[in-house]
C-alpha cells in the first residue's frame, strides 16, 4: 500500500450529457452533475433549460491511496435544479470505477447510458466524462450557490448526519456471480417498417429519397496577372465554402474539383467563385458569380454540362483587364456521376487529411486461392551433428502465413532421405507477389534452436494451377545452404504444389456465406438475379465522440459487403441522424447468400487518425426474400457492451431482390451449396477454420492498402473474424434455439397423453377410429401425411414473415445474462483474470466449450431448417416442398408401399460404385434452408 502523499488527484472532467429527461414540466430542464468520491461531493454548474448540455468542466478530488482505486468507486448523479423552492430532480447516475483512471496525457472520453435510481425511474441520455490521475491539479472547494459550481468536503460523521444522504460502500470491479444485466430501459428493438418517399429519381436510383445538391465545377482558369506561391480557387455559397487544392502558381492553373451543396443548406441567391493566391486569406485575384435563379437542372442520362470560360471581376465589380476561370454549374441529385467524387458542403469542417475518407466508394475483395504443398519426402540431407537422431521437419511460410510439417518419419529409410507426405494449406490473392520459402530444419532441442539443413524461394506465380480434384505434377526441388557469403547445395526436396481453383475461399463464417462461387472464373454459372439496396439514413444514433461546441456527434458512414464487392457510403458528419441516399447493385449467383451492412463512425474526420468505432450490424439473408418486392424498414442497431446489449439507433434501408428466370432460381435449391471440389476433396473443418482466417488477414491487408482504405477494423467486423470465440451467452442462446426446436416432442408426448386419458372423449374417439383406420389401409398413410404438410404448408402462406429477418436481441440471449458472463465474452484470450495454472485451464475450456457451441448451434440450425419447410420463410423453398409434397402423394397413392420401401432400401444399400460423392438434391435443397442463425448477435 503506497500512499498518494497529496500529490496525486483524481480529475473527473464532466464533458456533456445528451438527450436527458424534461423534468420542468415544460418539455426542457436545468441539469447540474453532483461528483462523489471518497466522502468528498463537488458539483458542476446549472445549464439552464437544455437538454444537452456541454459542461467541460475539471472537478478535482483528494486521493488517500493510490492502492485503493480498485477498490473505490465515483458516484455521478445528474439533477434537475427547480428554482421554486430550491429543489431538485433526478435525472440519472453513473457508477464508474476508479481503476479506469487514466494517467494525465493518456485520457479518453467515456460515454455512459444514465442508469436508474429505483425502479420507478423515469431515466433517460447518456453522460460524457473523463476520468484521469493528475499530479498539477488542485482541489478548490468553493461554497455550493444556486447558479453556480460548488464543493462539500465532509468527513463521515457529518455526511451520516444530513438527512436522507446515503452512504456510498465501496464495491468490487465485478459483480457477484448473481447479478443480471437487463436490456437498456426504454430500447426497442423491434424492425418497423417504413414508408420513405421513393422512386422520385432517375429510374437507376429508384430506391432511394431524392436528394437535390447545387453542384460547381472549377477547371481551371488562364490569363492571370504574374504572382508568386500557389493559386487556390474557392466556391462560396452563404456560410458554405469549398477551397479546391493548391497548384503552383502559373497563367493557367488547373484544378477540376467539384463542389456539392445541398439544397436544404442553400441560404443566400448567388454562389460566387474566387481566385486567389494561397497565402492571401482576404485578397482575390479575381471572381465570378451566378444567380441561383439562372441555373439550370441536370438529370442523367442527359450529359454533362460543357464548362465555360468566364471573365472575372474584382472588388468593384467591373471587369479585370486579363484572367478568366473555366466553370460549369448546374442543379443535379445524388444520381449525377459526379456525386461521388464532389466535396460536400457539410465537410466544411473536417480536417484536411480526413477529407478523403469521407468519399463514398466502391471496393473489391482480392481474388483468394487455395494453395496446396504437398511435401513428400528429401533426399541428400547432410546433418552437422551425425552422433544423435535427427527431427527433421519442413517450414513453409508465404507472407506471414508459417506452417510446419511434422517431425520426418525414418522408418525403412535413412537419416538422409526422410519421409513426410504431408498437405500443407495457404490462402494467397492475385496479383501473386509472394514466394514461397521452403526450409528443411532439425529441431536440436530446448535451448538450442533449430538447424537449418537447407532452404529456397519460389514464386507463387510460377505454381501450377488446377481446377479439379486431378493431383499436380511432383517436382524435385534443390535446396541451398548457407555458410557466411558461400552458397552451397544442401539437399533435394520432392514437392507437389497447386493453386487450387475449384474451391471457394472462405473468408467469413459459413452461415453467413455472401458468395459460394469456385475461384475460378472458368467454373462460374451465370447470374440468377439482381440485388438492389437503398442504403437511405439512421435515426437516434448514440453520441460517438464531443466536439467542442456541439456536443456529442456523430460522423456515419455505412459498409455493405456481399461477394467480392464492398461499398462505403460517404460520410454525414456532425450528425445524429445521417441521410445518405445511395443506391447500389450486386449480381447474385445464389438466392441462399447473406448481405452484411454496417455502420460506423468515421475517426479520421477529425485527423486522429485512430480505429473507427463499430456502431452496428444488419444481415439480410436474401432467400427470405420475395421477389420484385421492395423492404423499406427500419433496423434496430444493436451493440453488446461489457453493461449489457444497448440499442444504438436505427438503420433504414430499402431492399429489392429481382431474379432473370425463376426457373433457374428454383433449380439452385437442388444444388450442392458449395463447389465440387469441397465434396471430391474435402477439408477439415479445423483446415477451414484456419484458413479462413488467413483469408481475413489477407482481404483486410489488401482493402487497407486502397484509397481511401478500408480498416482492419471494419473488415474484421463485417466478416464476424471473431464469431467462433467462446461465449457463455451465446451457448445459452443455441441450447435455448435447440430447446425451441425439440419442444414439438414434448407437445406431441402431451397430446399423446391427453388422447389416452379420454379427457375430451370426443376427440379421443375420433383418433381411435382414425387409428384403427390407418392400420387396416396403410397405404392411405404417406399421402395423408403428406397431403396434411401440403395443406398445412398453403394454409401457414397467409401467414408467412412480410419483413426480412434482422438482429433480434432475444434469439442472441443479450436481453437477460449475467454481467461475469459479459465479463467473460469481453475477457481477452488468453484470459487475463486469473494466476497462470487457472488461465491455461480456462483456455482449454473455452476451447472445448467453443466447439461445442458450434454444434449445439449446428443442430439448432438443422431442426430450424426442418421448420422452415412449411414457413414460407423462403418462399421460393416453402413452393418447391408443397409442390413436391402434392406429386409425392399421388405417387404414394398408385405404387404400393412396400415397392416404395424395397426401392428405397435398395438405393440406399446400393454399392459405394455407384455412389456419387456428390451429396443427392433433397440434402442440397435441405442445406440451403433459412436458420435463425441469420438473426444472432
Same mark, same amino acid.
Given at each position: 500500500?503506497?500512499?498518494?502523499?497529496?500529490?496525486?488527484?483524481?480529475?473527473?472532467?464532466?464533458?456533456?450529457?445528451?438527450?436527458?429527461?424534461?423534468?420542468?414540466?415544460?418539455?426542457?430542464?436545468?441539469?447540474?452533475?453532483?461528483?462523489?468520491?471518497?466522502?468528498?461531493?463537488?458539483?458542476?454548474?446549472?445549464?439552464?433549460?437544455?437538454?444537452?448540455?456541454?459542461?467541460?468542466?475539471?472537478?478535482?478530488?483528494?486521493?488517500?491511496?493510490?492502492?485503493?482505486?480498485?477498490?473505490?468507486?465515483?458516484?455521478?448523479?445528474?439533477?434537475?435544479?427547480?428554482?421554486?423552492?430550491?429543489?431538485?430532480?433526478?435525472?440519472?447516475?453513473?457508477?464508474?470505477?476508479?481503476?479506469?483512471?487514466?494517467?494525465?496525457?493518456?485520457?479518453?472520453?467515456?460515454?455512459?447510458?444514465?442508469?436508474?435510481?429505483?425502479?420507478?425511474?423515469?431515466?433517460?441520455?447518456?453522460?460524457?466524462?473523463?476520468?484521469?490521475?493528475?499530479?498539477?491539479?488542485?482541489?478548490?472547494?468553493?461554497?455550493?450557490?444556486?447558479?453556480?459550481?460548488?464543493?462539500?468536503?465532509?468527513?463521515?460523521?457529518?455526511?451520516?448526519?444530513?438527512?436522507?444522504?446515503?452512504?456510498?460502500?465501496?464495491?468490487?470491479?465485478?459483480?457477484?456471480?448473481?447479478?443480471?444485466?437487463?436490456?437498456?430501459?426504454?430500447?426497442?428493438?423491434?424492425?418497423?417498417?417504413?414508408?420513405?418517399?421513393?422512386?422520385?429519381?432517375?429510374?437507376?436510383?429508384?430506391?432511394?429519397?431524392?436528394?437535390?445538391?447545387?453542384?460547381?465545377?472549377?477547371?481551371?482558369?488562364?490569363?492571370?496577372?504574374?504572382?508568386?506561391?500557389?493559386?487556390?480557387?474557392?466556391?462560396?455559397?452563404?456560410?458554405?465554402?469549398?477551397?479546391?487544392?493548391?497548384?503552383?502558381?502559373?497563367?493557367?492553373?488547373?484544378?477540376?474539383?467539384?463542389?456539392?451543396?445541398?439544397?436544404?443548406?442553400?441560404?443566400?441567391?448567388?454562389?460566387?467563385?474566387?481566385?486567389?493566391?494561397?497565402?492571401?486569406?482576404?485578397?482575390?485575384?479575381?471572381?465570378?458569380?451566378?444567380?441561383?435563379?439562372?441555373?439550370?437542372?441536370?438529370?442523367?442520362?442527359?450529359?454533362?454540362?460543357?464548362?465555360?470560360?468566364?471573365?472575372?471581376?474584382?472588388?468593384?465589380?467591373?471587369?479585370?483587364?486579363?484572367?478568366?476561370?473555366?466553370?460549369?454549374?448546374?442543379?443535379?441529385?445524388?444520381?449525377?456521376?459526379?456525386?461521388?467524387?464532389?466535396?460536400?458542403?457539410?465537410?466544411?469542417?473536417?480536417?484536411?487529411?480526413?477529407?478523403?475518407?469521407?468519399?463514398?466508394?466502391?471496393?473489391?475483395?482480392?481474388?483468394?486461392?487455395?494453395?496446396?504443398?504437398?511435401?513428400?519426402?528429401?533426399?541428400?540431407?547432410?546433418?552437422?551433428?551425425?552422433?544423435?537422431?535427427?527431427?527433421?521437419?519442413?517450414?513453409?511460410?508465404?507472407?506471414?502465413?508459417?506452417?510446419?510439417?511434422?517431425?520426418?518419419?525414418?522408418?525403412?529409410?535413412?537419416?538422409?532421405?526422410?519421409?513426410?507426405?504431408?498437405?500443407?494449406?495457404?490462402?494467397?490473392?492475385?496479383?501473386?507477389?509472394?514466394?514461397?520459402?521452403?526450409?528443411?530444419?532439425?529441431?536440436?532441442?530446448?535451448?538450442?534452436?533449430?538447424?537449418?539443413?537447407?532452404?529456397?524461394?519460389?514464386?507463387?506465380?510460377?505454381?501450377?494451377?488446377?481446377?479439379?480434384?486431378?493431383?499436380?505434377?511432383?517436382?524435385?526441388?534443390?535446396?541451398?545452404?548457407?555458410?557466411?557469403?558461400?552458397?552451397?547445395?544442401?539437399?533435394?526436396?520432392?514437392?507437389?504444389?497447386?493453386?487450387?481453383?475449384?474451391?471457394?475461399?472462405?473468408?467469413?463464417?459459413?452461415?453467413?456465406?455472401?458468395?459460394?462461387?469456385?475461384?475460378?472464373?472458368?467454373?462460374?454459372?451465370?447470374?440468377?438475379?439482381?440485388?438492389?439496396?437503398?442504403?437511405?439514413?439512421?435515426?437516434?444514433?448514440?453520441?460517438?465522440?464531443?466536439?467542442?461546441?456541439?456536443?456529442?456527434?456523430? $460522423?456515419?458512414?455505412? %459498409? +455493405?459487403?456481399? =461477394?467480392?464487392?464492398?461499398? &462505403?457510403?460517404?460520410? #454525414?458528419?456532425?450528425? /445524429? *441522424?445521417?441521410?445518405?441516399?445511395?443506391?447500389?447493385?450486386?449480381?447474385?449467383?445464389?438466392?441462399?447468400?447473406?448481405?452484411?451492412?454496417?455502420?460506423? $463512425?468515421?475517426?479520421? %474526420? +477529425?485527423?486522429? =487518425?485512430?480505429?473507427?468505432? &463499430?456502431?452496428?450490424? #444488419?444481415?439480410?439473408? /436474401? *432467400?427470405?426474400?420475395?421477389?420484385?418486392?421492395?423492404?423499406?424498414?427500419?433496423?434496430?442497431?444493436?451493440?453488446?457492451?461489457?453493461?449489457?446489449?444497448?440499442?444504438?439507433?436505427?438503420?433504414?434501408?430499402?431492399?429489392?431482390?429481382?431474379?432473370?428466370?425463376?426457373?433457374?432460381?428454383?433449380?439452385?435449391?437442388?444444388?450442392?451449396?458449395?463447389?465440387?471440389?469441397?465434396?471430391?476433396?474435402?477439408?477439415?473443418?479445423?483446415?477451414?477454420?484456419?484458413?479462413?482466417?488467413?483469408?481475413?488477414?489477407?482481404?483486410?491487408?489488401?482493402?487497407?492498402?486502397?484509397?481511401?482504405?478500408?480498416?482492419?477494423?471494419?473488415?474484421?467486423?463485417?466478416?464476424?473474424?471473431?464469431?467462433?470465440?467462446?461465449?457463455?451467452?451465446?451457448?445459452?442462446?443455441?441450447?435455448?434455439?435447440?430447446?425451441?426446436?425439440?419442444?414439438?416432442?414434448?407437445?406431441?408426448?402431451?397430446?399423446?397423453?391427453?388422447?389416452?386419458?379420454?379427457?375430451?372423449?370426443?376427440?379421443?374417439?375420433?383418433?381411435?377410429?382414425?387409428?384403427?383406420?390407418?392400420?387396416?389401409?396403410?397405404?392411405?398413410?404417406?399421402?395423408?401425411?403428406?397431403?396434411?404438410?401440403?395443406?398445412?404448408?398453403?394454409?401457414?402462406?397467409?401467414?408467412?414473415?412480410?419483413?426480412?429477418?434482422?438482429?433480434?436481441?432475444?434469439?442472441?440471449?443479450?436481453?437477460?445474462?449475467?454481467?461475469?458472463?459479459?465479463?467473460?465474452?469481453?475477457?481477452?484470450?488468453?484470459?487475463?483474470?486469473?494466476?497462470?495454472?487457472?488461465?491455461?485451464?480456462?483456455?482449454?475450456?473455452?476451447?472445448?466449450?467453443?466447439?461445442?457451441?458450434?454444434?449445439?448451434?449446428?443442430?439448432?440450425?438443422?431442426?430450424?431448417?426442418?421448420?422452415?419447410?412449411?414457413?414460407?420463410?423462403?418462399?421460393?423453398?416453402?413452393?418447391?416442398?408443397?409442390?413436391?409434397?402434392?406429386?409425392?402423394?399421388?405417387?404414394?397413392?398408385?405404387?404400393?408401399?412396400?415397392?416404395?420401401?424395397?426401392?428405397?432400401?435398395?438405393?440406399?444399400?446400393?454399392?459405394?460404385?455407384?455412389?456419387?460423392?456428390?451429396?443427392?438434391?433433397?440434402?442440397?435443397?435441405?442445406?440451403?434452408?433459412?436458420?435463425?442463425?441469420?438473426?444472432?448477435?
Amino acid at each position: 500500500m503506497h500512499a498518494s502523499n497529496g500529490k496525486e488527484k483524481l480529475v473527473v472532467e464532466v464533458v456533456a450529457a445528451h438527450n436527458l429527461m424534461p423534468k420542468d414540466g415544460q418539455g426542457s430542464s436545468s441539469p447540474f452533475v453532483e461528483v462523489e468520491f471518497e466522502n468528498q461531493r463537488l458539483r458542476t454548474q446549472v445549464k439552464h433549460n437544455d437538454l444537452n448540455p456541454v459542461w467541460n468542466e475539471k472537478l478535482v478530488f483528494h486521493v488517500t491511496d493510490l492502492a485503493d482505486l480498485p477498490y473505490r468507486t465515483v458516484d455521478v448523479n445528474v439533477f434537475n435544479a427547480r428554482r421554486s423552492n430550491n429543489t431538485r430532480n433526478f435525472l440519472g447516475k453513473v457508477r464508474v470505477s476508479a481503476s479506469s483512471a487514466a494517467r494525465e496525457g493518456h485520457e479518453s472520453v467515456q460515454l455512459h447510458t444514465l442508469d436508474k435510481r429505483s425502479l420507478f425511474s423515469h431515466v433517460r441520455g447518456e453522460l460524457t466524462l473523463k476520468l484521469y490521475l493528475s499530479t498539477k491539479a488542485e482541489v478548490k472547494p468553493v461554497s455550493p450557490s444556486a447558479g453556480g459550481g460548488g464543493a462539500i468536503v465532509s468527513n463521515k460523521n457529518k455526511k451520516m448526519q444530513r438527512k436522507g444522504a446515503n452512504l456510498v460502500v465501496p464495491k468490487q470491479i465485478l459483480p457477484g456471480p448473481g447479478a443480471v444485466v437487463t436490456a437498456f430501459p426504454g430500447n426497442d428493438y423491434s424492425l418497423k417498417e417504413t414508408r420513405p418517399h421513393l422512386g422520385r429519381t432517375s429510374s437507376a436510383y429508384d430506391l432511394v429519397e431524392q436528394m437535390q445538391y447545387l453542384y460547381v465545377r472549377v477547371v481551371k482558369a488562364r490569363e492571370l496577372a504574374a504572382a508568386a506561391g500557389e493559386a487556390v480557387a474557392e466556391v462560396k455559397l452563404g456560410n458554405y465554402k469549398g477551397i479546391t487544392k493548391r497548384v503552383s502558381f502559373s497563367a493557367s492553373p488547373e484544378w477540376n474539383q467539384v463542389f456539392a451543396f445541398s439544397r436544404d443548406c442553400i441560404q443566400s441567391s448567388a454562389v460566387e467563385v474566387f481566385v486567389k493566391e494561397g497565402n492571401k486569406k482576404d485578397e482575390f485575384l479575381g471572381r465570378v458569380w451566378f444567380d441561383l435563379s439562372e441555373v439550370p437542372k441536370r438529370v442523367p442520362p442527359d450529359s454533362q454540362l460543357a464548362p465555360q470560360w468566364y471573365r472575372m471581376e474584382d472588388k468593384k465589380g467591373e471587369k479585370v483587364k486579363s484572367g478568366e476561370v473555366m466553370v460549369s454549374i448546374w442543379f443535379g441529385t445524388q444520381a449525377d456521376e459526379a456525386f461521388s467524387e464532389a466535396w460536400h458542403s457539410k465537410a466544411a469542417n473536417v480536417h484536411f487529411d480526413g477529407l478523403n475518407s469521407i468519399k463514398s466508394k466502391v471496393y473489391l475483395s482480392p481474388k483468394l486461392w487455395y494453395l496446396r504443398i504437398g511435401v513428400i519426402e528429401a533426399q541428400d540431407v547432410v546433418l552437422g551433428d551425425k552422433m544423435r537422431y535427427p527431427e527433421l521437419y519442413v517450414k513453409v511460410q508465404v507472407g506471414n502465413q508459417v506452417l510446419k510439417t511434422r517431425i520426418a518419419s525414418l522408418s525403412g529409410r535413412t537419416f538422409s532421405n526422410p519421409y513426410w507426405d504431408e498437405d500443407l494449406m495457404f490462402v494467397v490473392a492475385e496479383p501473386f507477389e509472394d514466394y514461397l520459402l521452403i526450409s528443411i530444419e532439425d529441431h536440436l532441442g530446448s535451448g538450442r534452436g533449430d538447424e537449418v539443413v537447407g532452404r529456397m524461394a519460389l514464386p507463387v506465380s510460377n505454381v501450377e494451377r488446377r481446377l479439379d480434384e486431378k493431383g499436380a505434377v511432383s517436382r524435385w526441388y534443390n535446396l541451398d545452404t548457407r555458410e557466411g557469403k558461400a552458397v552451397g547445395f544442401g539437399c533435394r526436396v520432392h514437392l507437389r504444389a497447386s493453386l487450387e481453383g475449384g474451391y471457394h475461399v472462405l473468408d467469413e463464417a459459413t452461415v453467413y456465406s455472401s458468395d459460394v462461387r469456385p475461384t475460378a472464373k472458368q467454373l462460374w454459372k451465370p447470374s440468377i438475379g439482381v440485388l438492389e439496396v437503398g442504403i437511405l439514413g439512421a435515426s437516434n444514433l448514440v453520441p460517438m465522440k464531443v466536439k467542442e461546441g456541439k456536443g456529442g456527434i456523430a $460522423d456515419a458512414y455505412c %459498409v +455493405a459487403k456481399y =461477394g467480392q464487392k464492398w461499398v &462505403r457510403t460517404r460520410t #454525414v458528419v456532425d450528425s /445524429l *441522424s445521417p441521410r445518405w441516399n445511395e443506391q447500389y447493385t450486386w449480381e447474385v449467383f445464389d438466392p441462399c447468400t447473406v448481405i452484411s451492412i454496417g455502420l460506423f $463512425d468515421n475517426s479520421r %474526420v +477529425a485527423g486522429a =487518425g485512430s480505429r473507427d468505432t &463499430r456502431i452496428g450490424k #444488419v444481415r439480410i439473408r /436474401l *432467400s427470405t426474400l420475395e421477389t420484385d418486392r421492395v423492404y423499406a424498414h427500419a433496423y434496430p442497431l444493436m451493440m453488446l457492451h461489457p453493461s449489457g446489449v444497448k440499442k444504438m439507433g436505427e438503420l433504414h434501408l430499402a431492399v429489392r431482390f429481382t431474379c432473370t428466370n425463376m426457373l433457374n432460381v428454383l433449380h439452385m435449391y437442388a444444388t450442392p451449396l458449395l463447389p465440387r471440389m469441397h465434396y471430391v476433396v474435402p477439408l477439415s473443418m479445423a483446415q477451414l477454420e484456419s484458413l479462413r482466417h488467413q483469408a481475413m488477414g489477407v482481404v483486410a491487408a489488401r482493402l487497407g492498402r486502397a484509397e481511401p482504405a478500408l480498416g482492419r477494423e471494419v473488415v474484421e467486423y463485417m466478416l464476424d473474424h471473431d464469431s467462433n470465440m467462446w461465449s457463455m451467452r451465446k451457448s445459452k442462446a443455441n441450447f435455448l434455439r435447440l430447446t425451441k426446436v425439440v419442444g414439438w416432442i414434448v407437445a406431441t408426448g402431451r397430446t399423446m397423453e391427453m388422447l389416452r386419458s379420454w379427457q375430451r372423449p370426443v376427440v379421443s374417439a375420433v383418433f381411435v377410429m382414425m387409428f384403427m383406420v390407418a392400420v387396416m389401409v396403410p397405404e392411405i398413410v404417406m399421402p395423408c401425411v403428406l397431403l396434411t404438410m401440403a395443406g398445412v404448408g398453403m394454409w401457414r402462406y397467409r401467414l408467412r414473415p412480410r419483413h426480412p429477418p434482422y438482429m433480434d436481441a432475444r434469439v442472441s440471449y443479450a436481453e437477460s445474462v449475467h454481467l461475469d458472463e459479459l465479463d467473460e465474452e469481453f475477457d481477452s484470450f488468453p484470459t487475463s483474470r486469473s494466476p497462470e495454472l487457472v488461465r491455461m485451464r480456462y483456455d482449454r475450456l473455452r476451447s472445448v466449450a467453443g466447439r461445442i457451441q458450434t454444434a449445439v448451434g449446428d443442430l439448432a440450425t438443422q431442426g430450424e431448417r426442418f421448420q422452415a419447410l412449411l414457413s414460407w420463410r423462403d418462399p421460393r423453398a416453402t413452393f418447391l416442398f408443397v409442390v413436391v409434397c402434392l406429386v409425392a402423394a399421388f405417387g404414394f397413392y398408385l405404387v404400393p408401399i412396400r415397392w416404395v420401401v424395397a426401392l428405397g432400401g435398395g438405393y440406399y444399400l446400393r454399392p459405394p460404385r455407384f455412389r456419387s460423392r456428390h451429396p443427392s438434391s433433397a440434402i442440397s435443397f435441405f442445406k440451403r434452408l433459412p436458420s435463425n442463425a441469420d438473426g444472432m448477435l
